[in-house]
């Protein structure tokens, strides 16, 4: 079976930060049609620091299942975790890569709450069998959920590797590393300085 590469991002993220991205832009629109030039160098500051939260929390993080290995992109940070340093996945929280580095945590791919079993669809349940815990699966595991559908991606790939003896020559030095994201933390923190300076006015 061809691999087929893979993204997920929560779509409740995407809209939540185009409402508040919205908001914000009509307040500060506010401000100007206002006139009110030190209402806006008080508080715009922070209406752009609230708009790049949302944004980094919601917007930015994502699980990108590639050929070569999984990228968690997280707020303040990106893991790239290759095949082979997979040990086990678990949706127990959010999706979690088990990695000789310790657990790694999407956050892109939250869990549902237990009360999915109840509104499960046809398809929720045709999961890899690794899935599967004394047969069952957990709600964190349904297709419809976000961590689910990542997982189920991720543990097909996985297995196929492993039953093809793909997975045995162990990880390569370096290729299981986590990298800040430095463009995110720089934007936030120049933010937050601004919205502390703006109290000043």
């Known amino acids: 079976m061809r691999f087929q590469p893979a993204s997920f991002r929560p779509a409740f993220g995407r809209v939540l930060t185009i409402v508040i991205a919205v908001i914000a832009a009509g307040a500060l629109a506010g401000y100007l049609v206002a006139g009110d030039v030190l ?4 508080s715009g500051w922070w209406l752009l620091l609230m708009g790049a939260v949302v944004w980094a929390l919601f917007w930015m993080p994502a699980v990108e299942v590639l050929e070569h290995a999984v990228i968690i992109r997280n707020p303040l940070s990106t893991w790239t975790v290759p095949w082979p340093a997979i040990q086990r996945i ?18 892109a791919a939250p869990a549902s ?25 957990r709600p964190g595991d349904t297709l419809s959920s976000e961590s689910g559908a990542a997982a189920n991606h991720i543990r097909r790939h996985w297995e196929q590797l492993r ?10 030095p370096g290729t299981l590393r ?13 933010l937050l300085a601004a919205s ?5 006015f």
């Open 90 to 107: 678990d949706t127990k929280w959010a999706l979690t890569l088990f990695t000789e580095r310790g657990r790694i945590e999407a956050w």
């Open 178 to 190: 986590r990298t800040p994201n430095t463009r995110t933390i720089v934007l936030l923190g120049a």
């Open 163 to 172: 039953d093809d003896g793909l997975l045995d020559g162990g990880v390569e």
């Open 39 to 42: 209402g806006l160098l008080r």
């Open 113 to 137: 709450g237990r009360y999915t079993v109840f509104t499960l669809g046809p398809n929720d349940t045709k999961v890899s069998e690794s899935a599967r815990v004394a047969g069952a699966i």
């Open 196 to 200: 502390l300076l703006g109290l000043a």
